[in-house]
């Protein structure tokens, strides 16, 4: 009679050990994607920033080609060329602030908006006066280069954004492992 019952915990197991070994690499498993997930979620995060900064970028350089070519000739199309685009600025940095969580990033974006808004505005001027027909008044006012510095400012910000965006994407995925 024992002899029957070693026989039959010895088949037990042998069924049950497989399955328990199944179990526990499925929590391991387990475990490991949702870590992978989390990454990936993070990842996403910082490409979906990135790509609105780019968007931020890209917006800034048309509306000030447009207020360029105003300057050079003025036409309906340019006018709404350049609302166009300050509108695209506008939204863009505002959705950039809402997404930002770090606080030097925040930082960055509150000088970022401070040097757009004020080259929005001078570019609006010359707008304004290419509208008034003072298109050579405009023109000596560009020649200045009062615009161009603040642009050539703007984008060293804007890199910098980046590079703060890059460490900390790196931090995120270090913390995250």
Same mark, same amino acid.
């Given at each position: 009679?024992?002899?029957?019952?070693?026989?039959? &915990?010895?088949?037990?197991?042998?069924?049950?050990?497989?399955?328990?070994?199944?179990?526990?690499?499925?929590?391991?498993?387990?475990?490991?994607?949702?870590?992978?997930?989390?990454?990936?979620?993070?990842?996403?995060?910082?490409?979906?920033?990135?790509?609105?900064?780019?968007?931020?970028?890209?917006?800034?350089?048309?509306?000030? *080609?447009?207020?360029?070519?105003?300057?050079?000739?003025?036409?309906?199309?340019?006018?709404?060329? &350049?609302?166009?685009?300050?509108?695209?600025?506008?939204?863009?940095?505002?959705?950039?602030?809402?997404?930002?969580?770090?606080?030097?990033?925040?930082?960055?974006?509150? *000088?970022?908006?401070?040097?757009?808004?004020?080259?929005?505005?001078?570019?609006?001027?010359?707008?304004?006066?290419?509208?008034?027909?003072?298109?050579?008044?405009?023109?000596?006012? &560009?020649?200045?280069?009062?615009?161009?510095?603040?642009?050539?400012?703007?984008?060293?910000?804007?890199?910098?954004?980046?590079?703060?965006?890059?460490?900390?994407?790196?931090?995120?995925?270090?913390?995250?492992?």
């Amino acid at each position: 009679m024992l002899e029957g019952l070693k026989l039959k &915990y010895s088949i037990l197991l042998g069924y049950i050990l497989p399955m328990l070994f199944l179990i526990v690499v499925g929590i391991f498993v387990y475990k490991n994607v949702k870590v992978a997930e989390e990454q990936s979620a993070l990842a996403q995060q910082s490409q979906d920033l990135m790509h609105e900064v780019i968007k931020l970028q890209y917006n800034i350089a048309a509306f000030q *080609r447009a207020a360029r070519g105003l300057i050079i000739f003025k036409t309906d199309a340019g006018v709404k060329n &350049y609302a166009l685009f300050t509108e695209g600025y506008k939204t863009t940095a505002e959705l950039l602030d809402e997404l930002l969580k770090s606080g030097k990033q925040k930082e960055l974006m509150k *000088r970022i908006r401070f040097l757009g808004d004020d080259l929005m505005q001078a570019t609006g001027g010359y707008v304004k006066l290419v509208e008034a027909n003072n298109s050579e008044e405009a023109a000596a006012i &560009y020649r200045t280069g009062r615009t161009l510095a603040q642009a050539a400012e703007l984008q060293r910000l804007l890199v910098e954004f980046e590079k703060t965006e890059t460490e900390n994407m790196k931090e995120r995925q270090k913390s995250a492992a």
